[in-house]
Each structure stands twice: as C-alpha cells, then as structure tokens.
C-alpha cells in the first residue's frame, strides 16, 4: 500500500497556487476600433462606458417590462454623438466608420437601445439630411442632434412591407397649403412616444412616393397605437400609427423625398448600417457566452476547457470577424461615394445571417441558462429575429444582388 509521507516537522506549508489569469472576452479580435484616429477612438470609449455602466445593469429589467429605460437619456445626451457621421446643422460629425462601430457597439450590450438610437440617427435625422431643403435641415436637425426632439421612421405597413416600392397604401393629397394623409405605419419604432415622424405616402396625383415631416404631439389626426405582446425587441417602442385626414403643412414636404428612389438613398444607408448591428449582437452574444463558459464547472473543470466548446467559440468569433471585415469595407466605399444599394444589401443579408448563427450557438453553450435573460444571452437570441427581418429581409437582400450581378431582375 502506498502511503503519503508525513510532513517534516517545521518545514514550511507548500504555496497555494494562484488562480489562473484568463484572457478577457475581446470580440474585436483584428483590433478595428485601433483603426480610428485619437478623437474618434476616445469617442468609442466614451459610448462603451456609458453602456457599460449605464446600460448593461439595467436592460434586462426594462426588456422583461417591455419599456424603455428613459432615466438613462440625460447621460446619452451628454455623449453628443446626435447626428453621427453627418456634416453641420449641429451634427456630431465624425467618419462613417466611426459612426458604424458605435452602432455596433451599442448592439454589442443590447439590441433595442442600439435600435432606439439607429431610428432616430439613421432614419429620422438620416431622412432630412439626405432629403430636406436647406430650411428643413436648419429647422430640424439641430434640435435633433442634441436629441431634444426624438424621431421615427414610417415606411413599412400593415399590408405593404417588401412590395414598399410597388405602391404604398398610405396615401398624400395635396390640398391648397397642405397635405392630407390617409393610411396605416405599422411597427413603426419610437412612434409611441416620440417627436417627430417621417412618413412616406403615395401622392394620389402622380402615384409617386413622398416624404413627410410629421409633429406627432400637435397634428390632428394623427395617433399611435403601442404594440403589446412582442418577443423581442422589446426595450424599443413599436407602434401603430393611424392618420385620418391627417394635415401636414407643405413646407413640411421633404423637398427631395418625391419617389422610391429617394426612399431607397435612404434604406442603402440604413441596411448597412443594420449589419453594422447585426455584428454588434453576435459581439454581445460571443463575450457573454465565452465568460459564462470560462466560469461554469462542469466534471471538476470550466467547460472551457472542452474541445467542444472551444470549437464553437471558434466558430462564433469567426463569423463576428468575417461580419466586421465585411461592415468596415462598406463604411470604406460609403466614404468614397461608391457604395451601392448591392454592397449594402450584401452586407446586411450576410451578417444577419451570420447572427443567428452565432446567437444559436451562445445559447447552447449556456445549455438551460440560455432561456433565461439573467444570463444576457437570450436577449441577444430573441432581438437577433427582429434585425434579421427588418430593413429589407434575407431574401430581399440576395436577389438585389443577385440582379447586379446577372444583370436580371428576379423580382415579381
């Protein structure tokens, strides 16, 4: 039998061996944000302090609630990035590729707010910017820059999604001075409790699409409905909105918003812009899945240590790496005025794809966990549905490229 020798009498207790020093989470693994210059990087940094302190602690309360966590505006206020990546008018500026990691950033600790944040930025103030007279944009923007007066984005409604371009419901008839709106907006983010609507409508005379500024709180005919009942994305507000000879003035008529190519120089920005968010969730799905592995025994050891885990942790970083490579280039060609409506459907149809690879694979490295929100990762699983669909789907987005690069359209 083999015995433990005795310890020598006053021979000195064998040191304790200290805890292993583990890497930290770290889904910039090409180290993208180092591409910024200083300013632009102390930017970036400022935006994960916030939603890391600010955010991060509170979002699954506001997400079970299905509310939005309002006590944290007056802090996102003083980021002033109101008006990211566009020029004057008291917009932040800013290159668009820093533009694009805030976004994602903001969707590497949830989803919603990052949505909140892009409706109003990408859409509201993006919709002025790129089609507003000179008056609009000195009247409007400032305001909404300093996020004073929040916006929405109304494109999409209960019985016109994809077939946007082949004809809207909603209908604009010129009267005098003014404009009649008559129509639907349906998941339509921000809409119940913002400022500002962007409504686009089929003008009855020449069966074109035209843009709208809308003032939710003091137009007549015009009211919101909240949607109840959703399954994710839930800390961002959709709604219904309903218009009833619903008058807007015509110098609220966006200038240059008069066709569905005006819409679309908007949803280019917009679906690029989605992948950009669409990287941002499997971020915060990857960091949150690998802590959770790095901590959580299982036989005596962290299931990190697992060939099968490992491989899957692999795999995920891989796709965040492959969606950012992606996302940078097309901020690269945005910049140089070369982006088209295929670059950026590619994108968001690649990354989205990519997303609900890798939030599938956080939530089953969690095993049971992976359902329940105190563990983040289910969050991440359930928002991941909403940015794979919205802003153009899947399909949608592989047949614009498909049509640029056979020179056949196969729409209907």
Not at 138 to 148: D, F, S, T
Not at 272 to 293: D, F, I, N, P, S
Request: aromatic content about 10%; charged content about 20%.
């Amino acid at each position: 039998m083999v015995t433990t020798p005795a310890p020598i009498a006053g021979a000195a207790a064998p040191a304790k061996k200290a805890p292993k020093q583990l890497p930290p989470p770290n889904s910039d693994f090409y180290e993208f944000a180092e591409t910024l210059n200083a300013e632009e990087q102390a930017v970036l940094k400022q935006v994960r302090a916030f939603m890391e302190t600010k955010v991060a602690p509170i979002i699954n309360k506001y997400w079970i609630e299905d509310s939005f966590p309002f006590e944290v505006l007056p802090a996102f206020k003083e980021l002033n990035i109101g008006g990211l990546g566009m020029q004057g008018y008291g917009c932040r500026g800013g290159s668009l590729l820093l533009s694009g990691l805030v976004a994602m950033e903001l969707a590497r600790v949830d989803c919603s707010f990052a949505g909140f944040f892009g409706i109003h930025n990408g859409m509201a103030i993006g919709s002025i910017y790129a089609a507003g007279s000179e008056e609009q944009k000195q009247k409007w923007l400032p305001p909404m820059a300093r996020l004073e007066k929040i916006g929405c984005y109304g494109l999409t409604e209960p019985l016109v999604g994809s077939g946007a371009s082949r004809g809207l419901m909603t209908t604009a008839k010129k009267e005098g001075d003014t404009w009649v709106l008559n129509g639907q907006k349906k998941w339509i983010g921000n809409s119940p409790w913002c400022d500002i609507s962007i409504i686009w409508a089929r003008d009855v005379a020449d069966n074109e699409e035209k843009g709208f500024i809308v003032e939710n709180k003091t137009t007549p005919g015009f009211s919101v409905e909240k949607i109840h009942n959703k399954i994710a994305f839930k800390v961002v507000q959709n709604g219904l909105i309903t218009m009833k000879d619903c008058r807007v003035p015509a110098e609220n008529h966006l200038q240059s918003g008069n066709s569905f190519r005006d819409t679309a120089r908007v949803l280019r920005t917009l679906r690029y812009l989605v992948a950009w968010q669409a990287t941002g969730c499997q971020m915060g799905a990857y960091e949150h899945a690998l802590k959770y592995a790095q901590e959580r025994l299982q036989f005596g050891r962290p299931i990190a240590s697992f060939q099968l885990i490992q491989d899957l942790l692999a795999r995920m970083l891989a796709n965040v790496t492959a969606s950012q490579c992606m996302v940078v280039r097309t901020a690269q060609l945005s910049a140089e005025g070369k982006l088209g409506d295929h670059h950026a459907a590619l994108a968001k149809a690649f990354c989205t794809y990519r997303m609900r690879e890798t939030v599938a694979w956080a939530r089953e490295i969690l095993g049971g966990n992976g359902i329940s929100t105190d563990y983040n990762v289910a969050r991440f699983f359930a928002d991941a549905e909403v940015i794979y669909n919205y802003e153009g789907t899947y399909q949608m987005q592989n047949l614009m490229v498909g049509k640029a690069i056979t020179g056949f359209s196969a729409f209907v």
